[in-house]
């Protein structure tokens, strides 16, 4: 490992921005792209359990689709790399064990091994309402968020944060219901276009005394 | 801006690790805490309303207060650094107001140039539940947590997040609730102890084509 230092660390995210309009000629290189997306894999999250999945929307005509249901805003056509993050419907005992089953192969553990972590999952899980389980997997899915955006900074690849489009729209057009899954929220990535006038605009950020309290 | 490269960013992401045990007596230095307080604040959030607090607890006392509520996990006590992130509870009109006029300042706009902004804003809120409000303001708090986590790798600081806390004693004990704020998560950060078993642990993730799908 080799540390960034905290000056490169604050340029970068202060280099980034969401993203109006994007240059559409330019596409992300491979191997940038392939360290985003191992990135994407690497996102902690609660348990280990990894309760969602990474759509990258490679067909122009599909991107087109989704227009409509995405505000018309043009990021969604005009980005290089479009990532619809969903979280894992119906999440239960049997994740628990797909984790564990994994975990202990990974690991190289005896088979049981992990028992006593499933019980701890499945006794969660059984406690937790369905509704509730998705809330709590569905924040999983916005850590994902998190570092992907700063992942991107980092290498310098421009993205756009979505929140603004029609769930249900896009679970369909992409099949996820039937795949066991649920859009939450989308990222464009790619490269800023030279005419987008919300790069020069002065990042917004409430003073620092309001956002973070320190309790002595 | 001077990017980091796709090897430099997996090899600090490969490096972090949820720790279990920290060295209690080693400190982040003030210039490294200065610039991941810095990350928390640019974190990027929906329509740029920042809808959080992020306390960073100092206190040792409270901090073992804290410790029967978080499932007895020395990481609360023994981490260099322990942030609480909460969400702004009552998100309503008046905030897409405080965020409107804070940018017309900050951009140095002429009154009134954020109008339709503030009114789109406040047409989603209105026609959003208290709760529906809740869960879309708590998953930005996730996006923090993201950024955050992802910030301490790159700069070779350890860290734990953790739901494993009871949020209703958080609240009552960091007088949270009276502030206006709900506790969602919580990270530790400082550094590995060189006993912490969990550092030499095989990272486990699903296998990528699992997590990562290319609609063509």
Chains 1, 2 share one sequence.
């Not at 969604?76 to 994740?95: G, P």
């Not at 899980?125 to 709590?136: E, G, H, K, N, Q």
């Amino acid at each position: 490992m080799s540390n960034v230092s905290p000056e490169q660390l604050l340029a970068q995210l202060n280099w980034r921005y969401a993203v109006k309009k994007f240059d559409p000629s330019r596409t992300i290189p491979d191997s940038t792209w392939t360290a985003l997306e191992e990135s994407l894999v690497l996102t902690p999250s609660s348990y280990g359990l990894q309760p969602w999945k990474f759509f990258v929307v490679e067909n122009p005509a599909l991107r087109k689709e989704l227009l409509p249901h995405s505000w018309g805003q043009e990021q969604i056509v005009d980005a290089s790399h479009l990532v619809v993050f969903a979280v894992k419907t119906n999440v239960s005992a049997a994740d628990a064990e797909r984790l564990t089953s994994w975990s202990t192969k990974v690991r190289e553990l005896p088979d049981g091994a992990l028992d006593g972590y499933k019980k701890m999952m499945v006794g969660s899980l059984a406690r937790t309402s369905p509704a509730d389980i998705d809330v709590w997997m569905s924040r999983q899915v916005f850590i994902a968020l998190g570092n992907f955006l700063t992942a991107c900074a980092l290498l310098g690849v421009d993205a756009c944060p979505m929140e603004g489009f029609v769930p249900a729209k896009y679970d369909e057009l992409l099949e996820l219901t039937a795949k066991g899954y649920a859009s939450r929220v989308v990222a464009t990535a790619g490269y800023r276009h030279a005419e987008d006038k919300n790069a020069t605009l002065k990042k917004v950020r409430f003073p620092h005394a309001e956002m973070i309290e320190r309790i002595v």
